[in-house]
Each structure stands twice: as C-alpha cells, then as structure tokens.
C-alpha cells in the first residue's frame, strides 16, 4: 500500500485522477471506520475513548494489489501537537499514545488488508511528523532533482538525520512509550539509496544517452554530497546497510537506484489518465501521432525499464529485514 503522508495530498490526487468533486471522497461517515490517515490517527491525538482501527484502504482499479491510505490536509493540524509529545512523552503520561500513533495506524491497515510493503509519501520538511514517520519507518528513500537545492538538502539532512536518529533511541527505550496503547518501535530506519529526475540527456556519437552538461554539473555535486556529508552521517547514525546488501543488490551506494529524465507532457497526461507514465498506451491514451508519438513511446519505454529495475533493486534490499 502507498501511505499519503503530505497534506498536500498530491498520491491521494494521482489515484483519484482528473475529478469533479465538490467533497472529499474519503472523508469518514464515522470515527470508529476511518477512511483516511488523519481520522486513524484521531483517538490518539484527541484522546478519544476509543481505539485506533485499521483504515479503510482505496485499491487501484489498474493496478489489483496496490492500495492507498488516503491522505487529508488536516493531518497539518496535528504537526504542533506531535512535536509537544516527542519532547514531553517521556515526563507526561497523557502523551504516551501519540509518538507511536501513526506508525501502529499504518502497521494496522497493512496488517488487516495483509500487505507486503507499505511505502510511506512524505512532505518535503523537516517537521515532526516527518521525523516521527521517518524514525517509525524500518528504510527510506531520498529523492531529488540535480539542483541546487537538493544538494543543500543534503547537507541539511547530514545535520539532521543523526539528531532524529538520537532522539528515536531515547523514544524506543523509553519505559512510558513502551507501555503505551500504542508502543514506539524499537527500529533504525536503513538508507536503501536515492532517485534523481527531471533533467534533460543527450546522446553524442551514437553512445546511450547521457545527463546535458548543465545537469551533469548538479550530478556530481549531489554525488560529492552523497559520498561525504551524508554517508558520514548516515554511517554514525547506524542507518547503513551491510556493503555486501548493496552489492548483491545492484544497488552500489554511489550510483542512484533511478534515474528518470524529464518526461514533458506525459506527466500532465498520467495525471489525467490517474496511472505512471510506463502504462500510458499512446495509441488508445492520447492523440499524439507521427514523430511526436514515437519520441513519447521511446520515453514510456525507458521510464518502463528504469522503474522495473529500481523496483527489482528495492525488493532485494528489503530482503535483508
């Protein structure tokens, strides 16, 4: 199942496709069966005298086995809330239920639908529900965009994730989170390797195709920031895997896990279609034609490949839990 975790709901809009709605179609008729991540979460964040229930998933009409915990923007209103229990938890027994409530909620639907891998869509902060999803979590995954700002990012998650990691021992260890309704994982979250999308390639003399000089600039300073900012940090955090899991995996830690170029009108297209780009059929999904089609169909074929292979490289790192 995927976990809508960002308010701004951008996974929830991407299953529901193009919609004409005037309400939220996951809104829940009762607390007691939610029907999205913010009401799971509710007993424990409003202290409500009942318990957290598995949510009631959405499974994709394309994809059979693939399900989504709906995301809601109101999930926001919880950040403050969550940031005031990680830091008075441990002294207040009437926080004890919320540090671990999001992690018991998800853990709970995957159970209840029986799933295999619950892949968690975050928002791009450094918030606490971040932190406590991330901390909740047994691997992660680091997008990112060959820019500026994502090899600033980097640098910023050096200086955090250490911080998070200190803080999520002190959590699991901690004898009034054990004891909660909804118990705080023992666990350190595994770095399973990094994405970079959206850049242009070009092929020269009849060699695969290669990331523009402008983009292959931003590549190899995410590299120099993977391989010495973060690695450091990760490597003192405990968040690495054996080098031998990497290895036989085919997924080295100085190469990305995927690499997808810019995929121009076909995002837009996906969107409206509510499936990735690699289903999209050219002839039945869309009116391109001609030189225009073929140039689509070499990128939905690529795209196709290069997920295949990410998923492939994924599954056998996971293997290692």
């Avoid at 994730?161 to 004898?175: I, M, R």
Wanted: hydrophobic share 40%; proline share 6%; net charge negative.
């Amino acid at each position: 199942m995927v976990v809508d975790c960002d308010p701004q709901c951008n996974l929830t809009g991407v299953f529901l496709g193009d919609i004409d709605a005037d309400e939220y179609p996951f809104e829940s008729a009762t607390p007691l069966k939610p029907r999205n991540i913010r009401d799971a979460v509710r007993p424990a964040f409003e202290s409500r005298p009942y318990m957290i229930e598995a949510t009631e998933l959405l499974e994709s009409d394309k994809r059979p086995g693939l399900f989504l915990l709906p995301g809601h923007v109101g999930l926001s209103e919880y950040e403050s809330q969550l940031a005031v229990a990680h830091e008075l938890s441990n002294t207040l027994s009437a926080l004890q239920n919320i540090p671990g409530a999001l992690h018991h909620a998800i853990v709970k639907a995957g159970e209840y639908n029986f799933i295999d891998y619950a892949l968690i869509d975050m928002s791009p902060s450094l918030g606490a529900i971040n932190q406590n999803l991330f901390m909740t979590s047994d691997a992660f995954i680091i997008p990112m965009a060959p820019d500026l700002f994502s090899a600033m990012a980097l640098k910023s998650l050096a200086r955090t994730l250490p911080k998070w990691a200190e803080w999520g021992k002190k959590a699991s260890g901690n004898t009034i989170l054990r004891s909660a309704d909804y118990p705080f994982p023992d666990v350190i979250p595994k770095y399973l390797g990094s994405t970079v999308q959206n850049f242009r390639k070009r092929s020269r003399g009849g060699e695969e195709a290669q990331p523009t000089k402008a983009f292959k600039k931003w590549f190899d300073k995410l590299a120099e920031a993977r391989a010495s900012d973060l690695f450091t940090a990760l490597k003192g955090a405990d968040m690495l895997l054996e080098d031998e899991i990497y290895k036989v995996s085919n997924a080295p830690t100085d190469k990305f896990l995927m690499e997808v170029s810019s995929l121009d009108g076909l995002i837009a297209t996906a969107q409206e279609l509510a499936k990735p780009v690699f289903s999209i059929d050219i002839n039945v999904d869309t009116q391109h034609r001609g030189v225009i089609a073929d140039n689509y169909q070499v990128k939905i074929n690529d795209v196709r490949d290069i997920f295949y292979s990410g998923a492939d490289k994924i599954i056998k790192l996971t293997a290692a839990f």
